[in-house]
């Protein structure tokens, strides 16, 4: 049996994820692949309730190390309940955000250790690496402003700009330093360009893969 390969999508806020996700698995689709779909925080019902805890504005002071840790709490619980069963028969597996974003997020963002990081990713996310990465990037400003355009704000929506700032660049040097898996779509630009980008980036994978129409 071929063991399915996975794929993540990283960005920071309003970075166009949950737009481009669809495109992707419509783009899968087409090659006869029907992936699992999945996001973090989240993914399984435990996954979810995690979520509700970490982005619930009344916990404004949950500490950096509780953070980190529910991040991989749910993480765990995603990987053995789903992405690894999936991936095990076949399945291709399409994420909104994987462990990437813990080191954005809580490595860069709130300063965690990496080593610390990496070692949660051994041991509570099973050394479960994705096959291709798409980083959305684009500047903090316009990000937020369009997270902002809709609406509520969470609990790390609510976080500064130096915040941001300081995840946009732990993202962009983890796909400097992983140049294989990751592929840096201009996300600033309109959002046919964008698509055009990552079609072309996915294709490019699947063609290497060797998966056919
Ligand atoms: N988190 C997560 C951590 O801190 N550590 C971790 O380990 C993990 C896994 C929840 C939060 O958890 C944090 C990161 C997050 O703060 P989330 O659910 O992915 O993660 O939440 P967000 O990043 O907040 O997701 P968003 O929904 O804000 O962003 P998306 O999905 O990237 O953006 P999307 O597609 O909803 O687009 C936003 C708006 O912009 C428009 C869309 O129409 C939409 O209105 N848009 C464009 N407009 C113009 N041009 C384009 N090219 C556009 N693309 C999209």
Redesign the pocket.
């Known amino acids: 049996m071929t063991v399915g390969k996975f794929i993540t999508l990283e960005?920071g806020?309003?970075?166009?994820?949950?737009?481009v996700l669809a495109a992707v698995r419509d783009l899968l689709a087409a090659r006869g692949l029907d992936a699992l779909v999945t996001?973090?925080?989240g993914g399984t019902p435990a996954g979810e309730e995690i979520r509700e805890v970490?982005?619930d504005t009344t916990h404004h002071g949950l500490c950096a190390e509780a953070e980190l840790l529910l991040?991989f709490a749910a993480r765990a619980q995603l990987v053995r309940e789903r992405v690894r069963p999936a991936l095990a028969t076949g399945r291709w597996v399409l994420s909104?955000?994987?462990t990437d974003?813990?080191f954005a997020?809580?490595g860069g963002g709130r300063g965690q250790p990496v080593e610390r990081i990496a070692e949660l990713e051994r041991w509570a996310a099973d050394g479960l690496k994705p096959d291709l990465t798409l980083l959305?990037d684009l500047p903090v400003v316009e990000g937020l402003k369009?997270?902002n355009?809709?609406g509520s704000t969470?609990r790390?929506?609510m976080e500064n700009a130096d915040f941001f700032e300081r995840v946009r660049a732990a993202y962009r040097a983890r796909a400097a330093s992983e140049p294989a898996r990751f592929r840096v779509i201009d996300?600033s630009?309109?959002?046919a360009a964008?698509l055009a980008n990552v079609r072309r980036a996915v294709s490019g994978f699947l063609d290497a893969a060797r998966v056919r129409a």
């Not at 309003?14 to 737009?19: L, Q, V």
């Open positions: 960005g806020e309003g970075a166009g994820k949950s737009t996001r973090e925080p970490l982005l991040m909104d955000r994987f974003a813990s997020y809580q959305l369009r997270a355009g809709r969470d790390i929506e996300a630009r309109p959002l964008v």
